[in-house]
């Protein structure tokens, strides 16, 4: 059965220091979203890409995230400089057609920032 | 704007009790719901959905029923089994802004 692949599954970095998480969505959907989960919360919108290109971004902090999609594929989201409020959940999901459609989440990073 | 209100957890139950987990919803126009599933170290999977008003989703013995009226999509379950203790989700999707609102969820712990 296809899933959607996230790595590293953990990270622990000091604030301050750059950290990036890697998305290969389920091959053919051409949606892939990245969320924030913080403890205790359900997950936040960061970014929305449908094939290369960011449709939603509104809710990603641009001084310090940044995320691509450069071949419509897999995609990396990236933060520079961690802060502490930065420790949460991050995961990418993908759809095959519009947003409408199911989401298929993959197992998430668990971002420390110490 | 949209959002979604769980009911407070944690909820603990033993084997074969029934199960309710209350969800309402605040929306523009005429959202999809869902609920969500999170099993420990996995990622969130679709567990039911209804598009409309009076649909009821149902998915391994979990069923929940989009009442309008209500504004709500209470999760139910007959008799649940240690193997559902999990996070669940409640979410809702509009047209209006294109994106997934999720509650905060509720983790349910059933013991033997």
């Known amino acids: 059965e296809a899933e959607v692949a996230q790595s590293p599954r953990y990270k622990i970095t000091e604030k301050s220091q750059a950290v990036a998480f890697w998305c290969d969505p389920i091959s053919g959907h051409a949606t892939l979203y990245w969320y924030r989960q913080i403890l205790g919360q359900g997950p936040e919108l960061l970014v929305q890409?449908?094939?290369?290109?960011?449709?939603?971004d509104s809710q990603l902090p641009k001084d310090r995230f940044s995320a691509e999609r450069l071949k419509g594929v897999d995609s990396t989201l990236k933060i520079q400089p961690a802060e502490l409020g930065d420790s949460a959940m991050y995961l990418c999901a993908s759809t095959h057609g519009g947003a409408r459609d199911e989401q298929f989440f993959g197992p998430g990073t668990r971002l420390t920032v110490l | 704007g949209n959002s979604v209100t769980q009911m407070e957890g944690p909820v603990t139950l033993s084997e074969e009790a029934f199960l309710t987990i209350n969800c309402t919803y605040t929306a523009t126009g005429y959202p999809s719901l869902f609920w969500y599933v999170q099993y420990p170290g996995e990622g969130l999977q679709l567990l039911l959905k209804a598009t409309k008003a009076d649909d009821k989703g149902s998915n391994k013995g979990f069923e929940a029923t989009y009442r309008k009226e209500t504004t709500s999509f209470h999760l139910e379950k007959g008799s649940v089994q240690v193997s559902d203790s999990a996070v669940y989700f409640c979410?809702?999707?509009?047209?209006?802004?294109?994106?997934?609102?999720f509650g905060k969820g509720i983790t349910l712990s059933v013991r033997p």
């Open positions: 979410a809702l999707f509009t047209g209006a802004n294109s994106k997934l609102t």
């Open positions: 890409f449908q094939d290369e290109s960011v449709v939603d």
